[in-house]
């Protein structure tokens, strides 16, 4: 819907992404605030912030395989785990360029995802749960023991990436290119989501067997949606390895999965503005957390706090906004669009 007094004129106007002024005066703003970051924000918020890029990158991929397919996964971090281990192997032990292992560590990812997705294809629900998470401890549990490749525990150390002279590792560069491949991969999940792939996504969703009634080849949808979002989970590992400069185990625990759907949740399941609702809104609340952290002596009883809210959280948001934030926000605009209509 429109604003009152606006409206397309050709079908290209009516399937844009942007199709008013003030959606692109809005859009401009966005870009130029998101990439103006760095000259006022310190090196704390600067890492803070690349991060939770890296973290909207992965749940994009989890947005489209769990809000647009209906196939639930809480083994998504090991998936950004792959990629970044992909990226660390390749450019610290066989020398291949950090630029390289850019399409290397996604298309590597997508691999193991169609590897785990395959025997998933049967499975529904709770199961299809239990079975990506059994995925996720199988590849941690290889980024553990094959020590040759992995380092083992230890982990790895990434070789700095480079834009000709310029060092991509330091707080504002790397941050500039976590905000760069956020934007490519927001277009990309936007576009899926409005093609024919997308409509089969939902449809697969919305109803399977109604879908196969009408032609929709559900295998082959549901491996391609698990291709894809592991395709954006391995930009973000790639993302992540160039970033942090340092891959390990630990740093892609079954927690982070857990946190990637609850991201889902509370941004609304099923809309690309709620990824970004989801992951700033927990994000923020983690950093509160942390602030709040040092006043209590207890480190047993800070990391009870720490689960308490962030499950207390999750349970009001499925009591009273089962929808989202991102259904409050709908709301905003709807109200905004209708005026000075009451109705």
Known sequence: MLPGGVFNQSYAKDVAIVRTKTQWLILFAALAFMFLIPVFANDYWLGWLTKLCITIVAVLGLHILTGLCGQFSIGHAAFVGVGAYTAAILTTKYGVSGWLCLPISALVTGSVGLLFGLPCFRLKGFYLAVSTLAASFIIIWCMR????????????????????????????PA??????????????????????????????RDNELAAEVNGISVFRYKMLAFFISCLFAGVAGWLWANTQMRVTPDQFRLNDSIWYFGMLVIGGIGSTSGVFFGAVSLRALQVTID?????????????????????????????????????????????????????
């Open 175 to 204: 941050y500039w290119l976590a905000a760069a491949v956020l934007v490519v991969a927001t277009y990309c999940a936007k576009n899926i989501q409005r093609t024919s792939v997308g409509r089969a996504f939902v449809a697969i």
């Open 291 to 343: 602030q709040v952290a040092p006043m209590i002596q207890s480190v047993q009883l800070v990391i009870a706090l720490n689960l308490v809210v962030f499950s207390g959280v999750i349970v009001l948001f499925l009591l009273f906004v089962p929808r989202g934030i991102t259904s409050l926000w709908e709301k905003l605009k709807l109200q905004y669009r209708l005026h000075p209509f009451s109705y």
């Open 145 to 172: 023991h094959f020590a040759t490749w992995t380092g083992g525990l230890e982990g790895l150390d990434v070789v700095t990436l480079k834009i000709g002279a310029a060092d991509l590792s330091y707080n504002q």
